[in-house]
């Protein structure tokens, strides 16, 4: 799945081609995504894009004839193509310019979200955006903020990072980076985290994923750039996907285990 830095990267790829541009036309499939695609999304045409921005893994593209806010789901992406590109069979969602510019959603296993909003709406105030913690590089997210929320948490703190209502964005992959960059256990329960750690898994946080931001995000199975330019970071990976391989710091072989059904790897000797 998309995490933060794969959609930031995506907003930054599409932003030269929807920023302050005419929407000409708009296409949906008959597909459902995770939910139903409205035709209230043909309102958008004509309409001018006024702003682009990310909120956790959230793309709201607003216009002056309302907004539309995208998640790209499991193996969502979106592209910048030019007009005479032909759909494919997974295209789901188009925006095309008055420059003949079209931005595509291509959504394989159809778990992607595209929403409208009418004009006069507050995305930030409806769901699903409404009930969402802070973003990663906000003021707002502290060690103290997050010592506060973990203090009283009885879940595993790989999944306290990766619940959005405590902060957003911190998906799987960097979740079990950000823990062993710490060397903090994602086996210990987030009332055990210290105020000393939590200095630690605020910065760490905030380095990974703009390491990750850096380098095009990370490409696990199929995620791209809207220039088609696969994620470089996988390569800074530690301990993500190399389970039984040993540790590049110790050399002790690294574990997985299952939590909250989703794997978490990391070194258990490094990390206590």
Request: glycine residues 8%.
């Amino acid at each position: 799945m998309p995490e933060l830095p794969e959609v930031e990267v995506t907003l930054r790829g599409i932003k030269g081609a929807l920023d302050g541009a005419l929407i000409k036309s708009i296409y949906h499939s008959d597909k459902s995504l995770r939910v139903p695609m409205s035709d209230d999304l043909y309102k958008l045409e004509g309409a001018t894009v006024t702003k682009l921005e990310r909120r956790a893994k959230y793309i709201l593209i607003t216009t002056t004839k309302g907004s539309v806010l995208i998640h790209l789901g499991m193996t969502g992406h979106l592209s910048v193509l030019e007009s005479s590109v032909p759909r494919k069979t997974h295209d789901h969602f188009e925006m095309v310019t008055g420059s003949d510019v079209i931005v595509r959603l291509n959504d394989t296993r159809r778990f992607g979200l595209v929403l409208y909003y009418d004009i006069g709406d507050d995305p930030f105030s409806l769901s699903p955006l409404k009930d969402l913690g802070p973003e990663p590089f906000s003021e707002t997210f502290t060690p103290d903020y997050l010592y506060a929320r973990l203090k009283r948490c009885k879940k595993s703190i790989k999944q306290c990072l990766m619940d959005n209502a405590i902060v957003v964005g911190v998906g799987n992959i960097y979740a079990s980076e950000v823990l062993f960059e710490s060397r903090i256990s994602p086996l210990r329960l987030g009332c055990s985290i210290k105020k000393k750690e939590c200095e630690l898994i605020v910065a760490n946080i905030q380095k990974i994923l703009s390491s990750s931001i850096e380098k095009g995000g990370t490409t696990i199975r199929d995620f791209e750039g809207a220039d088609g330019k696969l994620g470089y970071f996988v390569q800074n990976l530690n301990v993500y996907g190399h389970d039984n391989e040993p540790c590049r710091i110790c050399g002790t072989n690294i574990l997985s285990c299952v939590q909250g059904q989703r794997t978490t790897y990391y070194c258990p000797k490094c990390q206590n």
